[in-house]
């Protein structure tokens, strides 16, 4: 027969509270929800990457029932492992540790030393019945709140209790009792946001985490947050879908080593906020003939019937986080940002969104490209991360960030630059852009690859004084629709127009471009302004 093992820590002070005399007269019972229990471990058993998450918020003493902390501690040993969890799993190990049973051989444990392992003990009913209880992990941090809240009562109880009695005793040292209460009864946040690990353990933890392979090349890579912005009218969801369509079927996005999938053909999600079916159809149709799309492609869509725009970025992104618990995609894409985050360039929403992203990234451990756009710009000079709409914000939390734009070459021309690559070499920089020509080969409008050049090959000329006098027309009518501080207007003229002007020059070539087209003068301006 195996050795039994409780789980470490098992003895508890609060059942030894409870057997006291003293304490039984005060009528105190122990709050505890045996049924959350069994939901929270149900949700550990069957979805992926949930105990992660209660194992952040609860220690193993956090339930009440003692073959639950049997579960959780077979649980933890799988994961530690990096071995798969489910009831099979976690069947073996409960019973390495000598703690399974059945219905007959549990009746045998009567003496008073069995009596202690009758706790512990596990029956195969007992997973079933967590199981049964549980149908989506969506509320498990919420859930994992209230044990931890009924878990702390106790331990206050507890604590109480012992200092009342400790407070008594003439040879108990007072100021070691403060101490000790200090130590015990605190508020602890069971959410904690930050943990320290010795990088000895850092270093252990990364040797299990699976190489990165790459997706779309070096562009897109696995469990990345990714970004391809451009300019209007460049093809960028035509992109987002050649990518797609590539990561579905686990074939290469272009027919060159730079461009390799490595990886197996992964569920898609293409979240689809712009174009409609009949737009696609035309897309990828040619007389009738469709293309083919692998059944690992999905798309998501706007339901019609939905009018609640108001609120409608927060309602997409919580949808987007149940669609991917319950279809488990690898690679995930929103086609645009505006859906998601209503003010994009605002850069407390941005970065509010950006977390969120992330944080469903590193949650379910898949690859999310979201797709924005980029102001007006001088296309004479070479796109940047400074062009994306809310840069800053936007670009610190993703990985990768791929931009697109129109070529002087031609009209169909459009290149591709990698602007932002944490993971890996930057293979397409402005030195070594990737050269394509939007086309239609056959049923599919798609880009097709020419080669790489360097950036410059494909910037228009810069006429200087057209841009000046496009920039004060524009600095113009923001004064006048919106009331843009002169400050912002040169932060946002520098992005856009490439033109570093004080805000005292805007003022001045403001005040001189009013006289020339005969406009009204602006109260309180000066010819002269300081």
Not at 1 to 18: D, F, N, V
Not at 377 to 383: C, G, H, T, V
Request: net charge negative; glycine share 4%; proline share 4%.
């Amino acid at each position: 027969m195996r050795q039994r093992k409780t789980p470490s820590g098992a003895k508890s002070s609060i059942r030894e509270l409870a057997a006291d005399p003293a304490f039984a007269t005060l009528g105190i019972q122990f709050p505890h929800k045996p049924e959350l229990e069994q939901m929270v471990l149900g949700a550990a058993l069957q979805f992926a990457g949930s105990f992660q998450i209660i194992r952040r918020l609860l220690p193993k003493e956090a339930f009440w029932l003692e073959k639950h902390q049997t579960i959780f501690a077979a649980i933890e040993q799988i994961v530690n492992r990096s071995d798969p969890v489910d009831t099979m799993t976690v069947l073996q190990e409960v019973e390495k540790m000598g703690l399974l049973f059945n219905e007959l051989t549990l009746s045998t444990l009567t003496g008073k030393k069995e009596e202690h392992y009758r706790q512990f003990a596990i029956l195969p009913t007992d997973l079933i019945d967590c199981t049964a209880t549980i149908a989506s992990s969506a509320h498990i941090e919420g859930h994992c709140r209230l044990l931890y809240e009924s878990f702390m009562r106790r331990k206050a109880i507890v604590e109480c209790w012992l200092g009342l009695k400790r407070a008594q005793e003439p040879s108990f040292d007072v100021f070691h009792l403060y101490e000790h209460l200090e130590n015990e009864i605190r508020i602890a946040n069971p959410q904690r946001v930050l943990r320290i690990q010795s990088m000895n353990e850092v270093m252990n933890e990364g040797e299990k985490e699976p190489p990165t392979r790459w997706m779309c090349g070096n562009l897109v890579k696995e469990n990345e947050v990714c970004i391809l912005f451009g300019d209007e009218g460049t093809g960028k969801s035509i992109l987002a879908f050649q990518m797609a369509d590539a990561v579905s079927r686990g074939t290469n996005l272009f027919p060159h080593l730079d461009f390799e999938n490595q990886c197996e053909q992964k569920l898609t999600v293409f979240y689809d906020f712009e174009m409609e079916s009949s737009e696609l159809f035309t897309r990828y149709s040619f007389q009738n003939e469709k293309y083919r799309f692998h059944e690992n492609f999905k798309r998501g869509s706007l339901n019609p019937d939905f009018l609640d725009f108001e609120n409608a970025d927060e309602l997409i992104i919580n949808e987007i986080q149940r669609d991917i618990e319950l279809l488990k995609p690898a690679f995930v894409i929103i086609d645009n940002m505006t859906y998601i985050t209503s003010e994009s360039q605002d850069p407390v929403i941005a970065t509010k969104v950006m977390k969120r992203l992330l944080s469903l990234q590193r949650k379910y451990k898949l690859t999310i490209l979201v797709i924005a756009h980029t102001p007006k710009r001088d296309l004479s000079q070479p796109i940047e991360n400074r062009h994306l709409a809310g840069a800053k914000n936007l670009s610190n939390f993703a990985k990768s960030i791929i931009a697109v734009s129109h070529s002087k070459k031609d009209i169909d021309k459009r290149y591709i630059k990698h602007t932002k690559c944490r993971n890996g070499r930057k293979l397409h920089d402005e030195s070594n852009v990737i050269e394509c020509v939007l086309h239609k080969e056959g049923v599919m409008l798609q880009y097709e690859y020419l080669g790489t050049c360097p950036e410059q090959a494909h910037l228009i000329a810069k006429d200087t004084k057209e841009v000046e006098a496009n920039a004060i027309a524009w600095a113009y009518e923001e004064r006048k629709k919106k009331g843009t501080p002169y400050r912002d207007l040169a932060e946002e003229m520098k992005t856009i127009y490439d033109i570093e002007w004080s805000h005292t020059t805007i003022m001045r070539k403001l005040a001189e471009y009013r006289k020339t087209k005969d406009l009204d003068t602006e109260r309180g301006e000066r010819d002269t302004p300081i």
